[in-house]
């Protein structure tokens, strides 16, 4: 494995209270004892305090503000010493980005604009990263994208590479591949030091209702029929979310400045396949006739712009030492674990919270 090339010692995480935000911050703190956490969420209906329940509170400290806020944001990351930015804040849910484009505009543009000009802000006009590297130390900003940037692939088609031109599909793609550019452009115009990655679907624990596994999980769990979209043909790449977190941190440490690396599982399934998993395994939790909850799968009509198939060649990312270690099928029985437990445990009115509220 190569050496580090920047050591983060205090780290502003945007959207840290949600689904992958969270995630990464409980297994960063798990893992690097000299490390302490800002996080930076609005908290929106997609973020949560209850999702960084646990959390070392000498470490990690939540700050409730919105990213388009350039003042309080230049003010956090010049106040607390950040010497790391990992930006994950974005509204995600393509169903959602289809019927209100605007939020996806204003958060995933305007609000990664002023994120980034926060940085250049504190770091590069204030004169801190000059001031570090005569320290021997670093700066870096790393900004969190998605493969539906690439836009879709054919059956056969080789996977999205770091160089695949961009063809968004949806307003939410649009406004994450706008946001990948704006990073680019500030580290090529304003020498802004960046790393990037784009990343398959992501699952595991404390992901939001509206998602497809937890959306699947609830439906077994109340025998109620399971939406699928068109014929349920459509193909993603599936990323365990704490593989998700490694890699992000590998990159922070070990990634080449101003470059971009994609995260993927190796793990393609088609939506239709993926559900059956899904309801084997939450069969298995729960002592279920399997047959009954792949029963529940109902057809839908599908959503605008579907993209038939995702797929991720993270060769770049493993060639810099990273590895997804976590077996799919390990990786869904610790998810559908964690959903069943909470959905034992909770009132109807924690449900939605817990992600198994009605999306």
Known sequence: MTEPVHAPLRLLVTGGAGFIGSGFVH????????????????LTYAGDRANLAGADPG????????????????A??????????????????????????????????????????AARTVWIQGGRAAAAAKAGSTMRFHHVSTDEVYGDLGPCDAPFREDTPYQPSSPYSAS????????RAWARTYALPVTLSNCSNNYGPRQHGEKLLPTVI?????????????????????????DHAAAIWHI?????????????????WTNLALVGRICDAVAAEIGAD??????????????PGHDR???????????????????????????????????????????RRIGLGAA
């Not at 979209?229 to 704490?242: P, S």
């Open 218 to 242: 609830r439906h077994c769990l109340n025998r109620t029929p399971i939406p699928v979209y068109g014929r349920g043909e459509n193909v993603r790449d599936w990323l365990f979310v704490d």
């Open 290 to 303: 399997p047959a009954e909850l792949r029963g529940l799968v109902q057809f839908v009509s599908d959503r």
């Open 59 to 74: 470490r990690c400290r939540l700050e409730v503000v919105d990213i388009c806020d350039g003042a309080r944001m230049a």
């Open 176 to 183: 994450k591949a706008g946001s990948d550019h704006l990073v």
């Open 309 to 351: 198939r995702y797929a991720i060649d993270a060769a770049r990312l493993r060639a810099l030492g990273w590895t997804a270690p976590t077996p799919f099928a390990d990786g869904l029985a610790q998810t559908v674990r964690w959903y069943v437990s909470r959905a034992a445990g909770a009132g109807l009115g924690d449900h």
């Open 27 to 42: 297994w960063l703190l798990a893992r690097d004892a000299g490390c302490s956490v800002v996080v930076a969420d609005k």
């Open 252 to 268: 922070v440490r070990h990634g080449v400045n101003g470059e971009t690396y994609n995260i993927g599982g190796d793990n393609e």
């Open 76 to 117: 956090l990351i010049g106040d607390e010493g950040i010497d790391t930015v990992v930006h994950l804040a974005a509204e995600s849910h393509v169903d959602r980005s289809i019927d209100g484009p605007a939020a996806f505009i204003h958060t995933n543009l305007v609000g990664t604009y002023t994120l980034i000009e």
